[in-house]
């Protein structure tokens, strides 16, 4: 949550100049395009229009305010989405001219007034920039020749707004990584850029690590000629950046349509299936033995944090809690070897999915005491903390679930949820779900 509280923070400085700029994108279509001329008096439509600028301008970037930009890329953003606007526009009133009046002084006013507005925004943005650490970042760049080029592109630029802290290659090495950490944390870095070459060597593959706990952002130094590049590359001069991601679920998007499922489907099975089901089963788990209808114990969550994870009572009360269930566990009842068997103690964890804690689909939450003793043994033990915890997971619908009867068990399931972290997508989520289901119809082996 703190992580998550950190990467808004950093969006805050920006929020002024989205409400300017989409202020005046309404104030100028009211007296620029006149709705009652432009429209015969059909508001609606008006309304559509500016809407279709607002959409078109998130879609070309018009509204970005990255570190490299400048004059020139902005003009270039704005004379191509102007021209398709205004396109569209003119399409639209030859296929609608009941509704619609083509008036091209009207059309030259918007877009020249928003032209004006768009570019105060950005001289006043490129003055912060140099003067004010909010709209500042610190970056630390690892100066190898890549490195060096890079550090004399930004400061050519002038506008980035990046306050640099250069490291030679000893800092990255794995035996000062303590020492890099420690350099990250007092001088407050944001991002590391680090050349492409540099990463790729077996003996830096740590560098990438502190992506995996989010101390930093990882971005890669190649040049103009390299292979590895996309629609987020940036260019700062000749030199390429590209952000090197741990998951899909860096992306805002891909989160936020996570967060939505995961509500509403943990929402559905709440109201629908727990809020009867739960009372039945209460009489028989407190019918067959003593003790509360809920199992509540501390899990570890992401990165780390623990979380109350909720089960239904299967066991006798004892204070074993930290033991993971094993075959013929003399702790578990006779109505709890029937829940387990069906999974059905699981479900209360919905709760913990509708309240933020969990997830449908993610890496299962070990036991405290295991998350000790296979950290100590598997170097990407941790990195499996990476994402919220699910209920059913990767692993678990590959057949490693139940019970850890030994080490390679662990290390199958840590790289079937590296796997699932790396590979996200919304289909991989409700194929599991469905193979979820599938398995419990069907039953397991060490479901016990």
Not at 170 to 175: H, I, K, Q
Not at 187 to 216: C, F, G, M, R
Not at 289 to 317: A, D, E, H, N, Y
Request: proline share 3%; hydrophobic share 45%.
């Amino acid at each position: 949550m703190e992580k998550n509280i950190q990467e808004s923070f950093k969006l805050l400085p920006y929020f002024p100049f989205w409400f300017f700029e989409w202020g005046s994108l309404f104030v100028c279509s009211l007296y620029t395009l006149k709705p009652t001329f432009l429209t015969n008096n059909n508001t609606t439509v008006f309304y559509v229009l500016v809407s279709i600028w607002s959409l078109g301008g998130i879609l070309f970037r018009f509204y970005n305010y990255e570190r490299n930009l400048n004059f020139t890329k902005q003009l270039q953003r704005f004379i191509l989405f102007s021209f398709f606007w205004v396109a569209l526009f003119y399409l639209v009133t030859l296929f609608f001219s009941d509704k619609l009046v083509w008036n091209t002084l009207a059309v030259i006013n918007f877009t020249v007034s928003l032209f004006l507005i768009k570019a105060l925004a950005v001289i006043v943005l490129f003055k912060l920039r140099k003067s004010v650490p909010l709209f500042q970042e610190k970056i630390l760049v690892y100066n190898a020749n890549s490195g060096t080029n890079f550090i004399k592109d930004v400061r050519d630029l002038k506008r980035t707004g990046f306050n640099i802290y250069e490291a030679d290659k000893t800092l990255f090495e794995e035996t000062s990584f303590d020492q890099l950490e420690q350099t990250i944390q007092e001088n407050n870095i944001q991002s590391i850029y680090v050349p492409l070459d540099v990463v790729l060597v077996e003996t830096n593959a740590h560098i990438l690590n502190l992506n995996w706990n989010k101390q930093v952002r990882i971005k890669l130094i190649t040049n103009y000629n390299s292979p590895i590049t996309g629609r987020n590359a940036q260019f700062y001069g000749l030199t390429q950046v590209v952000t090197h991601h741990v998951s899909p679920l860096d992306s805002i998007l891909n989160r936020i349509q996570k967060r939505l499922f995961d509500i509403v489907f943990s929402g559905l099975v709440i109201a629908g299936l727990l809020s009867w089901f739960t009372p039945l089963l209460a009489i028989l788990i407190w019918a067959d033995s003593k003790g509360p209808l809920f199992f509540i114990q501390k899990r570890p969550g992401r990165f780390k944090k623990p979380f109350s994870c909720i089960k239904f009572r299967s066991m006798t009360v004892n204070n074993r809690t930290e033991k993971s269930a094993t075959r013929n566990d003399g702790r578990v009842t006779r109505v709890g070897r029937v829940i387990r068997n069906s999974s059905l103690d699981e479900l209360p964890q919905f709760f913990n999915v509708f309240f933020g804690q969990m997830s449908i689909v993610g890496p299962r939450p070990n036991l405290t005491s295991q998350n000790d003793q296979y950290g100590k043994i598997f170097y990407d033990y941790s990195k499996r903390m990476y994402l919220k915890p699910g209920i059913t997971g990767l692993a678990q619908v590959s057949g490693a679930r139940g019970g850890i009867d030994n080490d390679i068990e662990m290390k199958h399931r840590i790289k079937y949820d590296i796997f699932y972290i790396r590979h996200w997508s919304f289909a991989l989520d409700i194929k599991i779900i469905i193979r979820t289901v599938i398995n419990i119809i069907r039953g397991e082996e060490k479901a016990y």
